[in-house]
């Protein structure tokens, strides 16, 4: 017997009554023959790992933009979190751990460089286009732009996932909603640890009454809250927080935001990265020809000058979008001093 077949198999057997079994996914939008060692979602877990826009994250930025030192997160070290909060949760509950590991590693895709920052400002560049959003692009890069513009024939369920991460989704399967929980737990306590590394914030500076319920490590809050959602969430066809976590989550993310996401450091250094994605953005609108072989095929194939564009920019690294920057703004005798 293929083992595929004998790990569809024990799906059955073990995963709980409210889990996407493999055997049971709408499929791929073009079909194609089953692998014979592997389920459809962990061989989407592994297209999804072994490709292109998975190794640009490394060099992307999560909260502070190009910062100096090793330990701070990017968007790949954040992706690999989000994972594994996700993956312990779903084991706990009996639900599917491929299928939530690959819309995990996959949920931050087509992030931009110079993370929302960079977000905002091609949002704003293309509203008249209804903007851009991150999720929406992960799905782009997905289906559209890897593989030379084959795309990655995922599942449908790892798309759905990807695509509704977001706060204003709507996943469908309980580990898509695993994971849309599991980013929240994961950025908003690891920005914590890059805040005070960066000096930014204090542990003492954190709201006791928010510390008196979860702890002031990032490991206690992490721990907390995972095992809030597990309690919350077993035996039940929905993956929820107690009122009280909800509401200690909605505080803490509130504090970051006063603290440290608007704070005025961090809003200096977003104008440079509005600054650098807007002037990319206009001078690709404007030489297109410039662009990379692949995305002037897009243009070939018929679609949007300003849709290539913002795919453009969005594949770039933070270090290549100011390369990019220095190349075609900065004076070549000005780069030597």
């Given at each position: 017997?293929?083992?595929r077949?004998?790990?569809?198999?024990r799906?059955?057997?073990i995963?709980?009554e409210?889990?996407?079994?493999?055997?049971g996914?709408?499929?791929?939008?073009?079909?194609?023959?089953?692998?014979?060692?592997?389920?459809d979602?962990q061989?989407d877990?592994?297209r999804?790992?072994?490709?292109k826009?998975?190794r640009?994250?490394?060099?992307?930025?999560?909260?502070f933009?190009?910062?100096?030192g090793?330990?701070?997160r990017?968007?790949?070290?954040?992706t690999l979190?989000v994972?594994q909060?996700?993956?312990?949760?779903?084991?706990?509950l009996s639900?599917?751990e491929?299928?939530?590991?690959?819309?995990?590693l996959?949920?931050?895709?087509?992030?931009?460089?110079f993370g929302?920052?960079g977000?905002?400002?091609?949002?704003?560049?293309?509203?008249?286009?209804?903007?851009?959003?991150?999720n929406?692009?992960s799905?782009r890069?997905v289906?559209r732009?890897e593989?030379n513009?084959?795309?990655?024939?995922?599942?449908w369920?790892?798309?759905?996932?990807?695509?509704?991460?977001?706060?204003?989704?709507?996943?469908?399967?309980?580990?898509?909603?695993v994971?849309?929980?599991?980013d929240?737990i994961?950025?908003?306590?690891?920005?914590?640890d890059?805040?005070?590394?960066?000096?930014m914030?204090?542990p003492e500076?954190i709201?006791?009454?928010i510390?008196?319920?979860?702890g002031?490590?990032?490991s206690?809050r992490?721990?907390s809250?995972?095992?809030?959602?597990?309690t919350?969430?077993?035996?039940?066809?929905?993956i929820?927080?107690s009122?009280q976590?909800r509401?200690?989550?909605?505080?803490?993310r509130?504090?970051?935001?006063?603290?440290?996401?608007m704070?005025?450091v961090?809003?200096e250094e977003?104008?440079?990265?509005?600054?650098?994605i807007?002037d990319?953005?206009?001078?690709?609108?404007?030489?297109?020809?410039?662009?990379e072989?692949e995305f002037l095929?897009?243009?070939q194939?018929?679609?949007?000058?300003w849709?290539v564009v913002?795919?453009?920019i969005?594949?770039?690294?933070?270090?290549?979008a100011v390369a990019?920057?220095?190349?075609?703004?900065?004076p070549k005798?000005w780069n030597?001093?």
């Open positions: 017997m293929e083992l077949l004998l790990q569809e198999e799906e059955e057997r995963l709980g409210y889990a996407k079994k493999s055997i996914t709408k499929g791929r939008e073009k079909p194609e023959e089953k692998c014979d060692i592997r389920t979602f061989r877990r592994d999804i790992i072994h490709c826009s998975f640009r994250m490394k060099h992307k930025t999560q909260v933009i190009s910062p100096e090793d330990h701070y990017t968007r790949l070290t954040h979190e994972a909060i996700s993956r312990s949760i779903a084991r706990a639900l599917n491929d299928l939530t590991e690959a819309i995990a996959g949920h931050d895709l087509g992030h931009t460089p929302h920052a977000e905002r400002e091609l949002s704003k560049l293309c509203e008249d286009h209804g903007g851009f959003s991150h929406e692009q799905l890069v289906d732009l593989k513009g084959e795309g990655l024939n995922l599942t369920e790892v798309r759905d996932g990807i695509l509704n991460h977001r706060t204003s989704g709507s996943p469908t399967t309980m580990e898509g909603q994971v849309q929980l599991s929240k994961a950025y908003t306590n690891h920005d914590i890059d805040a005070v590394r960066a000096g914030l204090l500076d709201p006791e009454g510390v008196a319920l979860i002031r490590t990032s206690s992490i721990n809250m995972i095992r809030d959602t597990i919350n969430s077993t035996g039940i066809h929905e929820r927080m009122q976590m509401e200690t989550l909605t505080n803490l509130a504090f970051m935001f006063q603290k440290v996401y704070s005025q961090a809003i977003h104008e440079k990265a509005e600054k650098i807007g990319l953005y206009d001078y690709y609108m404007n030489h297109p020809d410039v662009m072989g095929q897009l243009l194939e018929g679609e949007p000058l849709k913002c795919d453009y969005a594949c770039m690294t933070d270090r290549f990019k920057y220095t190349e075609l703004f900065i005798e030597r001093l």
